[in-house]
């Protein structure tokens, strides 16, 4: 069985609904595994969108780490969305995205294991956004209404 060198839960420290987020481990582990807990609280009254990425480097596939997850949860553990990989290999890169968060407790997970006896770190940026209010729509759809009707306009008196 692989060792768990998982870190303790770290509050992720938010500036304006963004942050960083990351974990390095030292050498000697090899084969060992990790998911690292990064929490969080929305406490809006609106729903938040949130956007992830989360990364490593290392010279090769062979050696450092290698991210094999990153995923959303609430505070019941319960799985909200998994990341998607976009890159494997000497660069690791993972996506998540989730929309309408409610008021309450989560965390982001990033999985995975060391591939050699070298040191290993990952680093990723979080960033929630509020989601737009159905009047929000409807005063672009309105604006755009109104530009396509000047321009229809404009057409017309050139034609003339």
Same mark, same amino acid.
């Given at each position: 069985?692989?060792?768990?060198?998982?870190?303790a839960p770290?509050?992720?420290?938010?500036?304006?609904?963004?942050?960083?987020?990351?974990?390095?481990?030292?050498?000697?582990?090899?084969?060992a595994?990790?998911? *690292?807990?990064?929490?969080?609280?929305? *406490?809006?009254?609106?729903?938040l969108?949130?956007?992830?990425?989360?990364?490593?480097?290392?010279?090769?596939?062979?050696?450092?780490?290698?991210?094999?997850?990153?995923?959303?949860?609430?505070? *019941?553990?319960?799985?909200i969305?998994?990341?998607?990989?976009?890159?494997? #290999?000497?660069?690791?890169?993972?996506?998540l995205?989730?929309?309408?968060?409610?008021?309450?407790?989560y965390?982001?997970?990033?999985? =995975?294991?060391?591939?050699?006896?070298?040191a =290993?770190?990952? #680093?990723?940026?979080?960033?929630?956004a509020?989601?737009?209010?159905p009047e929000t729509?409807?005063?672009?759809?309105? #604006?755009l #209404?109104?530009?396509?009707?000047?321009?229809?306009r404009? =057409?017309?008196?050139?034609?003339?």
């Open positions: 069985m692989a060792q768990d060198i998982s870190s770290q509050a992720i420290d938010w500036t304006d609904f963004t942050a960083f987020f990351g974990d390095s481990f030292a050498e000697d582990n090899s084969g595994t990790f998911a *690292d807990r990064f929490t969080f609280t929305v *406490d809006s009254t609106i729903g969108n949130l956007d992830a990425v989360v990364g490593s480097i290392s010279r090769s596939a062979d050696v450092g780490l290698d991210i094999t997850g990153l995923s959303l949860y609430d505070a *019941d553990e319960t799985l969305t998994a990341g998607t990989l976009l890159e494997d #290999g000497a660069l690791d890169v993972w996506r995205s989730s929309d309408n968060l409610d008021a309450g407790d965390y982001v997970q990033v999985s =995975g294991s060391l591939v050699s006896d070298t =290993g770190s990952f #680093g990723g940026a979080v960033m929630l509020p989601v737009p209010e729509y409807g005063m672009m759809l309105g #604006g #209404g109104v530009l396509g009707w000047l321009a229809r404009r =057409g017309k008196a050139r034609a003339e």
